[in-house]
């Protein structure tokens, strides 16, 4: 049962669907009767990005970089203070948002699975109440997108330079950096698309996810500053379970030189194997004198200084680090010329404009890279919504919500009814300032495990407004922490005779929405 009907939502907060109008008066001058017309339905711009933190975004307090485009749709409506995912991982977390569902309900666990295209979507569902829908960007679901009227995606992971994509109308590869591409492909059309309709447009970037290759006019971003370091860069991983510990998403030991930290030296050169042609090797002439003439410096600085040790790992994460954030800077130029383009068309004031990504990312804390664990860096996402005259410009929401909720937001919002197999609630409530009744728990499962990439164990868990469950699978291992008085989650109290009241009933709670969200085993 949803916490809050649709029919009475969309009564209540007047989203244009057939059955609720905006009365616009006019006079009809044959007969003096003053008559209501429906008002227009919103678009919506569903803006993607991969592995971007919230703690590098200025609109949620980043001390490393300033967003001010993504900052504009902050400042224009909401801030989701506590956005987070159901499975911390690329794949798994979009087919997510395309369902509504958790991952076990979709069939789309883990990357390398195949989404299955037959099932119900929430852009099946706009289309079937008038919208024209569009995909463009970052797709990594392994077959072709269904429930758009218009599709251009990367192939697989997709490239920085040099792209290829994948249309209905065959593969091609398209020059220049992949930011802007999809940028300026996403602008085409709307240029082209049929006036006459809402659309859905979902606008997806490949950055700033691994191996962080900044644009040519980023390249040099950052390069005289600090970043400062994180708190726990230096991380032990004592009071844990072993899981931590056993992880290879160290920024100290499994890092690669010329891949990720862009030290092609000449002995790595010579070598030229997949990451070399997946790098540099695209890059035309011209790219690659801008990328030597902003990297060879740092390539001779390395080299002399001979680094080893905490010293050596401090001047990786400033490496990684920039990159990460000059990757960060071209999405942010992206989506100031999206805004622009809505304003300069008469289009900003019935477009909602969103902005997330498919989960967070570890920026040196824990002494990481990367993602998919439980832990707050990783299952935190950033979600900013702008819709004028829905919701209160500035305003924030504390309440939990999940990428599960987005299938259920995005129908309503068109004025459709929500599926009852759709697991997520709808959050218009929540931008419309009002307080339903909420969850008091999101539920978390990451599949993947040990023996893939980065080597993190499964685990499944609960979390709550200040504790958080982890139940380590393949180790029967569990972790407890208190997030009032261990932010950083440094110390698990499972275990603890003080905390055995609050287990059991973590315990309860995860046991129950296992059952609610029917997974098995």
């Given amino acids: 049962m949803r916490f809050v009907s649709v029919c009475f939502v969309l009564s209540t907060f007047i989203v244009g669907c057939a059955s609720v109008r905006t009365e616009r008066p006019g006079t009809d001058p044959a007969s ?5 017309e429906p008002a227009p339905r919103p678009n919506i711009i569903w803006i993607y990005t991969d592995d971007h933190a919230q703690q590098a975004i200025s609109a949620y307090g980043s001390r490393i970089n300033k967003t001010p485009n993504i900052d504009r749709i902050a400042a224009g409506g909401v801030i989701f203070d506590n956005s987070f995912v159901c499975n911390s991982i690329c794949g798994p977390a979009r087919a997510a948002v395309l369902t509504g569902k958790h991952s076990h309900a979709n069939g789309f666990m883990q990357n390398g699975n195949k989404f299955n295209g037959e099932q119900l979507t929430f852009p099946k569902v706009l289309q079937k109440t008038g919208y024209e829908t569009a995909l463009i960007g970052k797709w990594h679901l392994g077959t072709d997108p269904t429930g758009f009227d218009h599709w251009e995606i990367l192939r697989g992971q997709g490239h920085y330079y040099n792209p290829d994509f994948k249309s209905a109308a065959g593969p091609s590869r398209v020059e220049g950096y992949v930011t802007d591409i999809i940028t300026d492909k996403a602008l085409g059309w709307l240029e082209s698309r049929d006036k006459e309709k809402p659309f859905m447009l979902m606008l997806q970037h490949k950055a700033p996810h691994r191996a962080w290759e900044p644009s040519p006019r980023h390249l040099t971003l950052y390069k005289d500053q600090h970043i400062p370091e994180p708190e726990t860069l230096f991380d032990d991983y004592s009071n844990r379970t072993r899981a931590a510990a056993a992880q290879e998403m160290s920024i100290a030991k499994d890092m690669f030189l010329a891949y990720d930290l862009k030290m092609w030296t000449p002995d790595a050169l010579d070598k030229k194997g997949w990451q070399y042609n997946s790098t540099i090797g695209r890059l035309t002439e011209s790219q690659r004198a801008e990328w030597d003439a902003a990297y060879e410096s740092e390539i001779g600085e390395y080299i002399a200084l001979g680094l080893d040790g905490d010293e050596l790992t401090r001047w990786k994460y400033q490496r990684y680090i920039k990159d990460y954030l000059r990757c960060i800077a071209g999405v942010d130029d ?25 989960q967070g990312f570890y920026l040196g804390e824990h002494g990481w890279y990367d993602k998919r664990w439980m832990y707050e860096e990783s299952v935190r996402t950033p979600l900013v919504v702008r819709w004028p005259g829905g919701a209160k410009p500035g305003s924030h929401v504390t309440q939990m919500v999940q990428n599960i909720d987005m299938a259920a937001t995005f129908v309503e919002l068109a004025g459709g009814e929500v599926p009852a197999e759709f697991q997520g609630e709808s959050l218009v409530p929540l931008l419309r300032g009002q307080r339903p009744k909420w969850r008091d728990s999101i539920y978390y499962h990451y599949y993947q495990g040990s023996k893939s990439t980065h080597k993190v164990h499964r685990h499944r868990g609960v979390r709550t407004e200040r504790h958080k469950l982890i139940h380590f699978t393949e180790i029967d291992e569990w972790e407890l922490f208190d997030l009032e008085g261990d932010p950083h989650e440094l110390k698990s109290v499972y275990g603890d005779p003080a905390y055995a009241e609050i287990q059991r009933a973590l315990e309860a709670e995860l046991a129950r929405l296992e059952d609610h969200y029917g997974v098995e085993g």
Avoid: P
Wanted: aromatic fraction near 6%; hydrophobic fraction near 40%; proline fraction near 0%.
């Fill in 32 to 36: 003096g009767i003053v008559a209501s």
């Fill in 334 to 358: 992206s989506i100031g010329h999206v805004l622009d383009y809505l304003e300069e068309n008469g289009l900003a004031k019935n477009t909602i404009v969103m902005y997330s990504s498919d």
